[in-house]
């Protein structure tokens, strides 16, 4: 997806040879028309297959979920990272280390909101290692609901997560993927495709 290559060459920080900082319009602030847009290409990718609901975890996932989820005119859910006082009945949890918090965190939804005969779209910003994305196949799966497909905004496809998912038969669908971070320098899939081609 062009505009959201062109905002990650604009404004991504490489924070580290594995770590991508885009604080200014994903994970802190966040850039509505670019969102709305996102989620446009999520629901032209997935649409027309029943999808029921979206799922994704807080609190980056929500933008792209919400976006996806209304243009498929879906409900959103998000998973929760600490329960809350008002959550208590019919839990659905499990466990997700974080990539970037370096921490383990129990997360839950409500069974009231995917069920049986459901078909999830599960959404996240980034795709590294794949625990965020384990974590919510995991919650869907104990529901006894189906999953559409996986949807990421940024996958970094120098870590194993995206071919662990597409190995196990998951659609997965990255709006950019990032080949390597190294030397301080994003590169796209695509472009180190097409720089093969020029040479
Ligand atoms: P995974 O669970 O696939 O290992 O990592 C994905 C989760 O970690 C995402 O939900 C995202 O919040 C966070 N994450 C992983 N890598 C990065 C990164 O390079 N930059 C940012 N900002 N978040 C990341």
């Known amino acids: 997806m062009e505009l959201l290559k062109k905002k990650i060459r604009e404004e991504g920080m490489v924070l580290s040879d594995s770590v991508l900082k885009v604080d200014s319009f994903i994970n802190h602030g966040v850039d ?18 029943g999808i029921t609901k979206v799922l994704t975890i807080e609190s980056s996932g929500i933008a792209p979920g919400l ?12 998973a929760r990272k600490r329960q809350s006082l008002t959550q208590s009945e019919g839990l659905i949890t499990s ?4 990539f970037t918090k370096r921490e383990e965190n129990t997360i839950s939804i409500s ?9 999830v779209l599960i959404i996240d910003d980034f795709l590294a290692n794949g625990q965020a994305a384990f ?13 559409a497909g996986i949807g990421i905004v940024i996958e970094k496809s120098f870590q ?13 669908e ?7 971070l190294e030397a301080g320098r994003i590169a796209f899939k695509e472009d180190q495709a ?5 040479s």
């Open 32 to 49: 509505p028309q670019l969102m709305d847009a996102i989620g446009e290409e999520f629901a032209g990718r997935f649409g027309g297959q």
């Open 174 to 180: 990255s709006l950019a993927e990032i080949e390597s």
């Open 111 to 119: 069974g009231k909101y995917i069920q049986r005969g459901d078909k």
């Open 95 to 98: 466990k997700v280390y974080s």
């Open 67 to 78: 976006m996806a989820a209304l243009k498929l005119r879906v409900p959103l859910i998000f």
């Open 135 to 147: 974590g919510l196949i995991d919650l869907v799966e104990k529901a006894g609901a189906d999953i």
């Open 160 to 172: 194993d997560g995206g071919a662990i998912l597409r190995q196990k038969g998951f659609r997965v």
């Open 194 to 198: 097409s720089e093969l081609n020029r």
